[in-house]
């Protein structure tokens, strides 16, 4: 007799319902809206979608990275919550440099761009180096970010006018809209480094097992450190996104963003064979969440309910997430 | 598709001659002028009680410890270092009894980790990968996969043949250490592995298996080695199942003392009369199955087995702390429900094997680590009575001889054995009649580990049942009445200790017959 593990099945079938529970869930409210949002499967409408999700999809993928390289656990994983902050950040100082200081655009990339950098150093220096709780240590790096901002930018919103802006805005090549190549740069050269490198090889099992990674002799703290300061480039990268969408900064414009990023990255991982957080993965959980937004919008949908359907899911991922991890031991 | 010749190659196997061999640590010699000789492409077992030394010199090798004295002759040459990559380099490769594999990887990833081959471009060459992986578990593990499968999807069997995989891909590999191999996998099981590791063996490389199943060291090896002590004692040429009592006998090498006190002789009628507690078929789904045996009051009862046994697994699945699969317990004749928040309730109580991080809070005094279990029966309305908490707790610290006496100190300054008292304590104090003790006598210094064993006899005579899991068969012998030896997660038999002797015990626990390893 084998006392090889085998799970009831009745266990199998429920594990796999929850693990699909959120990628259910939006699939029935993405149908819903394509059949009664008026316009929501026009070309037209489906190309705004990609040109309004480009921030968004930006911050998630490099999000995914932190969460590959930190794993996936909600509470003690790896997370990088001040994304946005310092994306907003990067755009209001862009802004502030353009419209008051009246710099050049390449000046004001100059000291927008840094910027940015900086959190992530100070991210991987508190998480690696002092070794606090991601969850905790980011969310602290997010509201002192917010609070530099609003410093910067004397808490008013700044309108900004420049032709490369502009066209980041509303140019497209070959009928892909600007913002989106933007954002699909920074997916492949993310989805490069984590899933067909040796460093993304080491990551994800940094992630997956601290304890395999480093009985294996992989470098662990480097590769953490290096995971949020990629991700910090990638929110430089959306920095430049959020600044066309809105021709300009408007202090508080993380807020929304955050946990729209939250949510498509880890809906991701419902996309992945494997059930993990991939980098494609927060690529299409993005635009996911957008065409929601916009089919909300386009239904004229309160706005506070959109909030709630939100937060709902994010707590559905989140919930599958945990008792996944359960159900599988 | 074209067989990759180098990944299915392997270098010619290492002479290894280790002399002399001392390591200390603080307060402890863990090796003793110890010597250990690896012939070219022999497998060699090392076997020897827990403490013996066997993990230590698995260290030396894999240079995670670094050697005090002693010199190490790699063909014939004086191996200078001993750093990780030292041993690494002259072809070391040690297959920890940990399965260190990522579960949501890919076989092809697995066995690639940390070596992972590159195309011109530095991208992952993920088809040579999984290539080469597939081709060396086909060809010299004998064990087909699709390198594209999940680990999770994988058998415990299989799982140890990528890890192994993982460990040799390179083809440099000359002298494999297997750690347990077979403590984790089902007698069924152990023949793939088996054929695996004769498999090395027949391509000329040199093995080091160590195991505490003396069925398979018996079947498997061209010579063995036995430590005693932190010292090689013996090494036996041609083992087999006719000398398996020669090699317990150099292993134990001791007579047992007299730590233990006498037990009054129950007969068999009493036990049956008036069962206290009984488990019926009880199973896990996975680590044990079909466990039953039924307990008298003031009985206590033992259980065997080595690591990998289910052991462990059984005493958390009495306690509650695993979801039995099959089976029931009763209790006085009626079945009760497995649950530790209900187990202390019933008066079933457990004290676990690594009480600093489950039995005791450490930063507590002794009087409230005493009374964590029966508060209500020192509170008033919800209302502690700090009087009434310290007379109690000073009452039972002086029936148990808790040193210091002072009920005020900090529980995690006590010493191994008298922390093991505080939980016995707590226990007393809530007035179980069903006590698991697990390896109750670890880190226990032998003064106080006499004092526990009085304690535990104590409470039998009180008329308490007492199950007592560990793995130490001296300590069984001397303390139980009876015993079950559990090997590979089954209930092969319950022995009378008046009628068995350590060396019996020993034999039946690492399966000496060899009867349920399949070949």
Known sequence: MSLAISAPSSRAWLAGLVSHAALIVLTLLLAYLALRAPNFLDAQNLTAILRQSAPLAILACGLSVVVIGGGDDVVSGGIDLSLPAAAVLGAGIISYQLSVAGSGLGTALLFGLPAVLAVGAANSLLVVGIGLTPLLATLATSVAVSGL??????????????RAIDWVRDGDIGGIPASMLLALLVFAGLAFLVHRTRWGAHLQAI?????????????????????YGLAAAAAAVAAIAILARGSGSSPGSEEPLLLEMVLATFLGGAFSRRRIVTVWGALLGAVLVTALSTGFALLQVNIFWVSGIKGGLILLVLVAAALDERLRR | MPLPLAAASLAPGLTLAMTGIVKTFP????????????????????????????????????????????????NGEVLAGGAAADMHAIGIRIIHQELNLVDHFTVAESVFLGQERTDRFGGLAKRRMRREAEAFLRDVL??????????????????????????????????????????????????????????LKARGVSILYVSHYLGEIVDICDRVTVFRNGRHVAVLDAPNPTRTDEIITWMIGRQLDDLYPAAAVRTADGIEAEPSFAVERLGDGRSFADVSFSLAKGEIFG???????????????????????????????????????????????LVPRDRRRDGLVLDLAVTDNINLASLDEVSTAGFRRERRANARATRLADLLDIRPRSVGTRAGLLSGGNQQKVVLGRWLAAEAEIFLLDEPTIGVDIGARAEIYRLVRELADGGATVIVSSGDAAELIGLCDRIAVLVRGKLVEIVRCGEISVDGLIARTTDAAGQRVAS
């Open chain 2, 142 to 199: 004998e064990c087909p996969l699709d390198g594209q499968t999940l680990i999770r999807d994988l058998g415990i069997a299989e799982r140890k043949l990528v890890q192994i995989a993982a460990a040799l891909i390179d083809g440099k590999a000359r002298l494999v250490v297997f750690d347990e191999p077979t403590a984790p996998l089902a007698a069924a099981e152990t023949g793939r592995l088996f054929n695996a590791i004769r498999n």
């Open chain 1, 149 to 162: 901002t609003k410093l910067i930018t004397s808490n008013r919103r700044i309108n900004v006018s420049n």
């Open chain 2, 303 to 349: 259980i065997a087995g080595l690591i990998g046994s289910g052991r462990d697994e059984l005493v958390d699945g009495l306690y509650g702390l695993r979801p039995p699969a099959t089976g029931r317990v009763t209790r006085a004749g009626r079945p009760i429900r497995l649950d530790p928040a209900l187990a202390v309730q019933s008066g079933l109580v």
């Open chain 2, 27 to 74: 307060g402890v010699r863990a090796l003793d002028a110890a010597d250990l000789d690896i012939r070219a492409g022999e497998i060699h077992g090392l076997v020897g009680e827990n403490g013996a030394g066997k993990s230590t010199i698995i260290k030396i090798l894999g240079g995670v410890y670094a050697r005090d004295a002693g010199d190490i002759l790699a």
């Open chain 1, 207 to 227: 992630g997956a097992s601290r304890a395999v990674a480093s009985l294996t002799g992989l470098p662990t703290r480097k590769s953490v450190a290096l995971s």
